[in-house]
């Protein structure tokens, strides 16, 4: 503790008043779903479906929670660290400093993950309450709780290395997620599709990429089969294997990070460049390719129009994500990715009913999944730095001094986001393709569909924009962003896995009609949602809730505005 980047991150957030509340909060909730889940007879683990069962029930709810919370909330501070330094012209002083370029990354790492650590430690008394109930072993609580801290450490080192190599807070942020989302998601996906095609030497590869993912490895000490794939073998060790790769990952990526850390850090050449006709015929040949042919990023923009929001044109062109070739690279690999997804769902439900086709329900579920988790994921990175980041790096002050009202700011905002969302979303419509060729009965069906991801979407940019308003730091904003969409999505789902054991239907039914993703799942007829009226009252929602994030972002960013 001798570290002073450790007394000066790590305990300056901990004296926060906002780090108590959040603490406070989240052990309250855990508190309450303990004594929810506790038996009303007295008799623990004595009758058959009592205490064990509700243990068991516990631990998972429990287990799940933090897991999300780990992926989520562990690389949003770690992200921001080094390029915030950077930024702030504060890293030449740390990198001239006595501190070894090791110490300083020991410090970093450690004040990432102090507060979290701190949290699972918190979480100790609930565990142990769900190991009074009954039925809940003491090695299987030690394997949870290795897990979700050895994954806490991947996506710390991982958002550390990130934020080495970027060159501003919103890219760090982005480029993190992005990451985090490769190794706990996209890493299943391709032993979930295509494990019953490949043979046991491609099985065998694909079991140890899916142990990159913290999900199977949680789902194998909670019992359960729902997140264990269905090809791999029920002697896989999930849980060895994510602790082998956890902590292999890390030395990697903290190795990787200690060695950026250092004077040549700072002094980092710009590219000569080489003019296109200068280049090889393949080299040319691919950046059409990944330009396709009419876009060139290097062009001169023209003049802002009259009729043109200036903030809307300057997010744009300040923005890499914001310029047309990585927009179309994007939209590109969306397209793609829906197709491919739509394709090889079609492809599994084959093989298991023959060559019959299955209906739009479960090609239906992968496509609506996909899209209510690009706006989740997506929407934070873009829009929950909107103006956080501008009050962080101080652009918010030449903001100020434009004779631009508040409403006019917001809507620039708004439209630089609405648009990347809007062809992201575009590009995975076509998808739908492929459920109208086997029913073209079902036309109206996926017009609801859209409407409800259109106003979650909405919803979801609303939410980021305004958390954007009240916080001068992009890290707190994207973090407590990505809490709040998760929390809406995932929650009600909780309950929805309860129903009968405690939740009745009519209460199940009330929680899901706030939940965007279950509304969505509900419209396409998706299995375990068909008996549900959730719509059109979670558009009643989506939209109420929009307006009012609205107002309030309009009268955050006028007070905003005023002078001090």
């Known amino acids: 503790m001798n570290n002073p980047i450790i007394h000066r991150e790590l305990i300056g957030t901990l004296r926060q008043p906002r780090a108590m509340v959040f603490m406070v909060l989240a052990l309250a909730a855990l508190t309450a779903l303990l004594v929810l889940r506790w038996p009303s007879d007295g008799l623990v ?74 949290m699972l430690v918190a979480t100790l008394p609930l565990a142990a309450a769900a190991h009074a109930m009954g039925g809940v072993s003491v090695p299987a609580l030690l394997s949870l709780y290795g897990v979700l801290a050895i994954a806490a450490v991947q996506y710390a080192t991982l958002a550390l290395w ?178 491919v997804l739509m394709l090889l769902a079609t492809v599994v439900a084959g093989q298991q009913v023959g060559a019959e086709y299955r209906g739009i329900e479960q090609q239906g579920s992968i496509t609506v999944l996909l899209q209510v988790a690009l706006i989740v994921l997506l929407t934070p990175t873009l829009a929950a730095g909107l103006i956080s980041t501008e009050r962080e790096t101080g652009g918010w002050q030449l903001l100020q001094v434009t004779p631009m009202s508040p409403l006019r700011i917001v809507v620039g905002k708004l439209l630089s986001v609405a648009v990347v969302l809007a062809l992201v979303l575009a590009a995975t419509l076509p998808g739908y393709i492929v459920l109208l060729v086997g029913d073209l009965n079902q036309a109206l069906r996926i017009v609801d569909v859209v409407v409800t991801l259109m106003l979650t979407a909405l919803f979801s940019l609303m939410l980021s924009t305004t958390v954007s308003s009240f916080f001068s730091r992009t890290a707190v904003s994207t973090t407590i962003s990505y809490a709040m969409l998760v929390g809406i999505c995932l929650v009600p789902m909780l309950v929805w896995l309860a129903e009968d054991a405690p939740f009745t239907r009519a209460t199940v039914e009330a929680v899901l009609r706030y939940n965007p993703l279950a509304a969505a799942l509900g419209v396409i007829d998706s299995p375990g949602f068909t008996d549900y009226d959730l719509v059109p009252f979670n558009w009643n929602f989506m939209l109420l809730g929009s307006a009012v994030l609205g107002l309030a972002l309009v009268l955050q960013t006028w007070r905003l505005t005023r002078p001090r």
Request: charged residues 15%; proline residues 5%.
């Open 45 to 118: 683990g004595a009758v058959e479906g009592g205490g064990i069962d509700q243990a068991a029930e516990v631990l998972r709810v429990f287990g799940y929670g933090m897991m999300v919370a780990v992926m989520l909330l562990v690389p949003a501070f770690p992200a921001s660290s080094i390029v915030k330094e950077r930024q702030k012209g504060t890293l030449a002083l740390l990198l001239n400093s006595p501190l070894s370029p090791m110490a300083i990354y020991v410090g970093k790492l450690v004040a990432a993950l102090g507060f979290v650590l701190l």
């Open 162 to 339: 990130v934020s080495s190599r970027a060159s501003s807070i919103d890219s760090a942020m982005r480029m993190t997620y992005a990451g985090v989302l490769l190794l706990a998601v996209v890493s299943l996906a391709p032993q979930q599709f295509v494990g019953n095609i490949v043979g046991a030497g491609g099985r065998f590869t694909l079991e140890w990429l899916s142990s990159l993912s913290p999900m199977p490895a949680v789902t194998d000490v909670l019992g359960l089969d729902l997140g264990r794939m269905t090809t791999a073998d029920a002697a896989v060790d999930f849980v060895g294997r994510f602790l082998l790769l956890g902590v292999l990952s890390s030395a990697v990526f903290a190795a990787l990070t200690v060695q950026r850390l250092g004077q040549r850090m700072l002094d980092v050449p710009r590219p000569e460049g080489r003019v296109t006709d200068e280049r090889s015929a393949g080299e040319q040949l691919m950046r059409r390719v990944m330009y396709l042919w009419f876009f060139d990023p290097a062009r001169r923009s023209e003049l802002i129009g009259p009729l043109n929001n200036p903030v809307m044109v300057k997010e744009f062109r300040a923005r890499r994500y914001g310029r047309s070739g990585w927009i179309m690279r994007l939209i590109v690999l969306c397209l793609l990715a829906s197709l």
